[in-house]
């Protein structure tokens, strides 16, 4: 299931900017972060694939959502311009963002090729 957090809770689970000036990763395993908005017509099509995925790829990979009409320190240390965005977050190297909605196909790519989960 997919889990909204905080940002205090974004900097323990998953990245501390506040202290850490370079990328590191404090999750086990690899990550989708969805920052959203309540009102955001596209964000609402991809809540549902994103719980689909939380559950097909349990135990594989952890999905967060942060709705960034609430941490917007969060969203503004990560440049969130449009929402749709979301955060693929390898467990080694660097993450890659991707705007806008996607379909299930395109999340399963990205799981499959960015965080090199099966």
């Known amino acids: ?3 909204k957090i905080t940002t205090e809770e974004f900097k323990e689970k998953v990245f501390d900017y506040s202290v850490d000036k370079d990328w590191n990763f404090k999750g086990d395993k690899p990550a989708i972060v969805d920052f959203y ?3 955001c017509g596209p964000c609402k099509m991809v809540a549902p694939i994103l719980e ?3 559950t097909e790829y349990d135990g594989k990979l ?3 959502k942060i709705n960034t009409e609430e941490e917007q320190e ?4 990560f440049g969130i311009q449009s929402i749709p965005s979301i955060l693929f977050i390898p467990a080694e190297g660097q993450p890659q963002m991707a705007q806008g909605a996607m379909s299930k ?3 399963v790519k990205a799981i499959e090729e ?3 989960v099966k």
């Not at 969060?74 to 240390?77: D, F, I, P, Q, V």
């Open 37 to 39: 908005a309540d009102w």
């Open 74 to 77: 969060l969203a503004g240390a």
């Open 1 to 3: 299931m997919a889990q």
């Open 52 to 54: 689909e995925l939380s």
């Open 62 to 64: 952890n999905v967060y």
């Open 114 to 116: 960015i965080l090199v």
């Open 105 to 107: 196909d395109g999340f």
